[in-house]
């Protein structure tokens, strides 16, 4: 039997919605600490409104809740309190007319065509009209490895990787070119991912720091019980020289990976 609150609000509502059940556990964790508050939430796909209710009741009164349709007749919601918007979430402009129309946002919930596409201009539009600590919220991401919805190479998790590679060229060694710095942090579920903005950690630069404690001198064993990246730099070291070599660049870069790759114990825990 399912305990979430979210899903009490779900079977309250007096038109019909459709959710996963592993849904909304989830709700109550991402959406949870939102509740009472005035916040802004939107909903992107409406279809039959009942979700609509859901989230009235979930959030509370204080609450203004947004919904996004391309269903022109989206707009009876309107006579029960809602605001809604009609326009493709694929389509840049009415993005931008939206952010502009309807201010800083607290929650986003992509519930839309999850296709590829639908997924990432949303994700890139809106990421920038978050309110600071808002949240953005795409359901449905395993259509990512599904037939139907796009391009393989480019599906809405490769999408997530590129972002989630983006926080890390945040370190301090890195090259700013390629940071993420809309996204403070990004968070995995079945079938959802949810990108949180935090606009102060977001601007610090990544850099050492001492606490001016006292030194023991000790000596760091963090790559002694590693005798496979042990062996890779030896021979990394040895064939350093064939970089120079342009007709032999490649067979040296094959060399150093198939030599890394042999040793390495964890690449059973990759899929093949």
């Given amino acids: 039997m399912i305990q979430a609150d979210s899903y009490a609000s779900y079977q309250k509502s007096p038109y019909r919605s459709v959710k996963h059940s592993t849904y909304f556990d989830t709700y109550d964790h991402?959406?949870?600490?939102?509740?009472n508050r005035p916040i802004t939430f939107v909903?992107?796909?409406v279809l039959g409104g009942?979700?609509?209710?859901?989230?009235?009741?979930?959030?509370?009164?204080?609450?203004?809740?947004?919904?996004?349709?391309?269903n022109p007749n989206a707009r009876k919601w309107e006579a029960h309190g809602f605001e809604i918007f009609i326009g493709s979430q694929s389509d840049e402009a009415f993005w931008a007319g939206?952010?502009?129309?309807?201010?800083?946002?607290?929650?986003?919930?992509?519930?839309?065509?999850?296709?590829?596409?639908?997924?990432i201009l949303t994700t890139e539009c809106l990421l920038d009209g978050l309110a600071d600590?808002?949240?953005?919220?795409?359901?449905?991401?395993?259509?990512?490895?599904?037939?139907?919805?796009?391009?393989?190479?480019?599906?809405?998790?490769?999408?997530?990787?590129?972002?989630?590679d983006g926080i890390n060229y945040r370190f301090g060694q890195f090259s700013d070119e390629r940071?993420?710095?809309?996204?403070?942090?990004?968070?995995?579920?079945e079938s959802m991912v949810a990108f949180r903005v935090n606009?102060?950690?977001?601007?610090?630069?990544?850099?050492?720091?001492?606490?001016?404690?006292?030194?023991?001198?000790?000596?760091d064993f963090r790559y002694e019980g590693n005798i496979a990246l042990k062996r890779h730099t030896r021979i990394e070291r040895k064939l350093r020289h064939l970089d120079?070599?342009?007709?032999?660049?490649?067979?040296?870069?094959?060399?150093?990976?198939?030599?890394?790759?042999?040793?390495?114990?964890?690449t059973r825990f990759f899929w093949k």
């Avoid at 991402?30 to 509740?35: A, C, M, N, S």
């Avoid at 600590?133 to 796009?150: A, C, P, R």
């Avoid at 606009?199 to 000596?219: C, F, V, Y």
């Fill in 50 to 70: 009942g979700s609509l209710f859901m989230w009235r009741d979930f959030l509370g009164p204080d609450a203004r809740i947004i919904g996004v349709d391309l």
């Fill in 244 to 266: 120079r070599i342009p007709l032999v660049r490649r067979l040296s870069a094959f060399i150093k990976r198939w030599s890394a790759e042999k040793r390495f114990k964890s």
């Fill in 133 to 164: 600590g808002g949240i953005l919220v795409v359901e449905d991401t395993h259509t990512s490895y599904m037939q139907g919805f796009g391009a393989p190479r480019f599906s809405f998790m490769a999408y997530v990787k590129q972002v989630m």
């Fill in 43 to 45: 909903e992107i796909g």
């Fill in 98 to 119: 939206f952010k502009r129309k309807v201010g800083p946002m607290d929650v986003v919930l992509d519930d839309g065509g999850h296709t590829y596409e639908q997924q």
């Fill in 179 to 189: 940071a993420e710095t809309r996204v403070w942090s990004v968070e995995i579920m």
């Fill in 30 to 35: 991402l959406f949870g600490p939102y509740r």
């Fill in 199 to 219: 606009h102060q950690a977001t601007a610090l630069k990544s850099e050492p720091t001492d606490n001016q404690g006292q030194d023991d001198q000790a000596t």
